[in-house]
């Protein structure tokens, strides 16, 4: 087969530097499109869990008024009635299953969804409601499937923007947007992460080093709890700082791959200790790709064979350039 090679040896270089480019760019972009592997997903929830419940088991029934600005916090992954996550969530339940003790309360969340109220005035029996509800498993779903699209999938787009590739960042960022949301506002999850870019100028998508920009970040959360920005929410969060607390102490003791037995101890979370089903000696990185449903595939092991391959394909290409016999 005949090659085609630009006879000018300056130009051979200069196609050569444009392979290498692509050849960069392209094993980047295969290695940020790498998510959490169930096990880890699995401990990243479950840490939130604790945070959020008290425990590691998920509490689908909780319900309350914890006066943090919010109104009714409720569910597994702490659903609120002023922010509209509650309502949608009671709306895509009821689509399903028209005949449940909550859609009668749906013209109260819309109204308090449309205008952030943290009111608890039109909710009288609401939380009675939520806890009767949580013992089907039509609604244990739901929350899953809500607490999925709303919160975890966009955690884990905003790191592979980010360039995060160990488990620990993608769960901390999980466990972020839980607690401060995705919107536009200077507590919120892109407020942080802009803090922190800001701060170490960049992210590890910039080439700045990941074990020193989580940490960074999580500095920067623990910094807006104790100091929001939203003063409703200043008592609530200023006795939550520990779960940021925990993520530095996983940082510290180097458990970047949210594997074996996860250990810290902390004054609320004394001697705490989670054992998820990956070994100890697995990878800190991320683990596996996730489909849009949620499937798992060999995305790691993927991004390896294919970098390997356009490695050889540069170096082959390389050989013919610089007319070294292969």
């Not at 600005?69 to 659903?79: D, E, L, N, W, Y």
């Amino acid at each position: 087969m005949h090659i085609w090679l630009p006879n000018d040896m300056g130009a051979r270089r200069c196609l050569l530097l444009i392979l290498l480019a692509c050849t960069c760019l392209s094993v980047r972009s295969v290695a940020q499109n790498c998510s959490l592997s169930a096990p880890q997903k699995l401990a990243a929830m479950q840490l939130t869990n604790l945070f959020e419940n008290g425990n590691f088991e998920f509490n689908y029934g909780y319900c309350e008024n914890i006066n943090d600005g919010r109104g009714v916090t409720a569910g597994f992954a702490g659903f609120t009635t002023a922010n509209g996550d509650a309502l949608d969530l009671v709306q895509a339940y009821t689509a399903g299953h028209p005949r449940n003790s909550l859609a009668k309360y749906l013209p109260a969340l819309i109204l308090l969804g449309k205008t952030q109220s943290d009111s608890t005035a039109l909710l009288t029996g609401f939380c009675k409601a939520w806890s009767a509800e949580a013992n089907n498993t039509p609604f244990q779903q739901a929350q899953q499937a809500q607490v999925d699209s709303v919160y975890y999938q966009p955690s884990q787009q905003k790191a592979d923007s980010l360039g995060l590739q160990y488990a620990l960042s993608r769960a901390f960022l999980y466990d972020t947007i839980i607690q401060h949301g995705d919107g536009d506002d200077g507590d919120s999850l892109a407020a942080i992460v802009n803090r922190t870019k800001a701060l170490q100028g960049g992210s590890p998508a910039d080439g700045v080093d990941e074990s020193i920009w989580l940490p960074a970040m999580i500095r920067e959360r623990r910094h807006d709890l104790l100091h929001p920005e939203n003063a409703a929410t200043a008592d609530q969060w200023a006795v939550s700082v520990e779960r940021t607390d925990v993520f530095s102490q996983l940082a510290e003791t180097q458990q970047w791959g949210l594997s074996g037995t996860i250990r810290f101890n902390t004054t609320n979370y004394p001697n705490e200790s989670l054992i998820t089903n990956t070994t100890a000696s697995s990878s800190a990185m991320c683990g596996q790709k996730l489909t849009s449903s949620d499937s798992i595939s060999s995305g790691c092991s993927l991004s390896i064979a294919v970098s390997t391959l356009l490695l050889c394909f540069a170096w082959f290409v390389l050989s013919l350039l610089l007319d070294h016999p292969l």
